[in-house]
């Protein structure tokens, strides 16, 4: 049976029905969404593609973490603000043949994602494509005044991340290693992907940081970690006009448990989880700084998640990683799309 765009349309709209009391007035059926923010916020908003053969890959990746991921990913953005999410628009261009169980299953996955961070769907258009394309947008709100920008580290501030940097990449790695069929046959007998398949997979958007941060007022500035530390920490000082120092032993790795011949005891081993946190992608974790008087008020870890100290903003422009052989300038060999 042809499917047409009605349809299609129909068959987002069941799985991603708004709940009835949100600040959206008019969501879905309509030429487009009306929302009402709260009297004393300000919105945000951000938007991100996830693109098959650039973001991932249909024989490899689940549909449903296709679904979760391509939202989590926006959220990260309104996490890195402080904010809290309150609705979004799929951009959805797929092929005719995927308009069965890949549908429902990508469908499953964004509903999960938008049930579990309360980002109800409020629009968006579809469309027909030889290859999968998907552009979220989010709308998120916080409290005037209160957004942590970019911009707002000073020399002698603190840094600091939270999670463990780079576990992402090493579950791509696992990923593109032939744990494809592994995971998908974890995820069918357990509904659960658990370590760095996990991450890869299924990225959990630090919004519960992001508002405390905000509420506390502890962060002077603040950006999420999607394309690997060594690239995002020059965007954040180049923002602040600062530079960095970086301590290498302080920056938290993921355990490799074995790649390859690799061990994550070993002196190879360690020099690679350390590549992985500084160059890895897709971690979504967050990356702040703090004035050190205020240093004492951040715990070591929020809800169970780590929070660590890595390194200090410094007047000098230049961005230092101190490493086994000294130190050295940090390098930004993080995801570039347009690096060859």
Same mark, same amino acid.
Request: proline share 6%.
């Given at each position: 049976?042809?499917?047409?765009?009605?349809?299609?349309?129909?068959?987002?709209?069941?799985?991603?029905?708004?709940?009835?009391?949100?600040?959206?007035?008019?969501?879905?059926?309509?030429?487009?969404?009306?929302?009402?923010?709260?009297?004393?916020?300000?919105?945000?908003?951000?938007?991100?593609?996830?693109?098959?053969?650039?973001?991932?890959?249909?024989?490899?990746?689940?549909?449903?973490?296709?679904?979760?991921?391509?939202?989590?990913?926006?959220?990260?953005?309104?996490?890195?603000?402080?904010?809290?999410?309150?609705?979004?628009?799929?951009?959805?261009?797929?092929?005719?043949?995927?308009?069965?169980?890949?549908?429902?299953?990508?469908?499953?996955?964004?509903?999960?994602?938008?049930?579990?961070?309360?980002?109800?769907?409020?629009?968006?258009?579809?469309?027909?494509?030889?290859?999968?394309?998907?552009?979220?947008?989010?709308?998120?709100?916080?409290?005037?005044?209160?957004?942590?920008?970019?911009?707002?580290?000073?020399?002698?501030?603190?840094?600091?991340?939270?999670?463990?940097?780079?576990?992402?990449?090493?579950?791509?790695?696992?990923?593109?290693?032939?744990?494809?069929?592994?995971?998908?046959?974890?995820?069918?007998?357990?509904?659960?992907?658990?370590?760095?398949?996990?991450?890869?997979?299924?990225?959990?958007?630090?919004?519960?940081?992001?508002?405390?941060?905000? $509420?506390?007022? /502890? &962060?002077?500035?603040?950006? %999420?970690?999607?394309?690997? #530390?060594? =690239?995002?920490? *020059? !965007?954040?000082?180049?923002?602040?006009?600062?530079?960095?120092?970086?301590?290498?032993?302080?920056?938290?790795?993921?355990?490799?448990?074995?790649?390859?011949?690799?061990?994550?005891?070993?002196?190879?081993?360690?020099?690679? $989880?350390?590549? /992985? &946190?500084?160059?890895?992608? %897709?971690?979504?974790?967050? #990356?702040? =700084?703090?004035? *050190? !008087?205020?240093?004492?008020?951040?715990?070591?870890?929020?809800?169970?998640?780590?929070?660590?100290?890595?390194?200090?903003?410094?007047?000098?422009?230049?961005?230092?990683?101190?490493?086994?052989?000294?130190?050295?300038?940090?390098?930004?060999?993080?995801?570039?799309?347009?690096?060859?």
């Amino acid at each position: 049976m042809k499917t047409s765009e009605n349809r299609l349309v129909e068959r987002i709209t069941v799985s991603l029905e708004p709940p009835p009391r949100t600040n959206l007035r008019v969501a879905i059926g309509d030429d487009a969404a009306l929302f009402a923010p709260r009297k004393g916020h300000q919105s945000i908003l951000t938007c991100d593609w996830f693109l098959e053969g650039t973001h991932f890959l249909r024989k490899v990746h689940p549909a449903n973490s296709v679904g979760w991921k391509s939202l989590a990913r926006a959220l990260s953005d309104i996490a890195a603000m402080g904010g809290r999410p309150k609705c979004f628009l799929l951009s959805l261009a797929i092929p005719e043949n995927l308009i069965t169980s890949w549908l429902t299953q990508f469908l499953s996955g964004l509903r999960c994602a938008a049930a579990r961070y309360q980002c109800p769907l409020a629009g968006g258009d579809t469309t027909r494509r030889t290859e999968i394309l998907v552009s979220i947008t989010v709308v998120g709100e916080i409290r005037s005044g209160t957004a942590i920008l970019r911009s707002g580290a000073r020399p002698g501030d603190l840094i600091y991340v939270s999670g463990r940097l780079g576990e992402a990449e090493f579950g791509w790695n696992l990923l593109r290693k032939g744990r494809t069929k592994a995971a998908r046959e974890e995820l069918a007998k357990t509904g659960k992907i658990h370590g760095p398949l996990r991450k890869h997979l299924f990225p959990e958007p630090r919004l519960s940081l992001g508002q405390w941060l905000a $509420a506390q007022k /502890l &962060a002077t500035s603040m950006m %999420d970690l999607s394309d690997g #530390l060594s =690239t995002d920490l *020059p !965007r954040l000082c180049a923002a602040s006009r600062v530079g960095a120092f970086i301590n290498s032993t302080h920056v938290p790795l993921s355990p490799l448990k074995r790649e390859g011949k690799l061990r994550s005891n070993s002196t190879a081993g360690r020099r690679r $989880a350390l590549q /992985l &946190a500084l160059d890895g992608g %897709d971690d979504y974790e967050l #990356l702040f =700084t703090a004035d *050190p !008087r205020r240093a004492c008020r951040i715990p070591s870890s929020f809800r169970g998640l780590p929070l660590t100290r890595i390194g200090e903003i410094t007047r000098d422009r230049r961005l230092i990683l101190k490493s086994e052989s000294g130190n050295v300038a940090l390098q930004s060999r993080g995801w570039d799309p347009f690096r060859k």
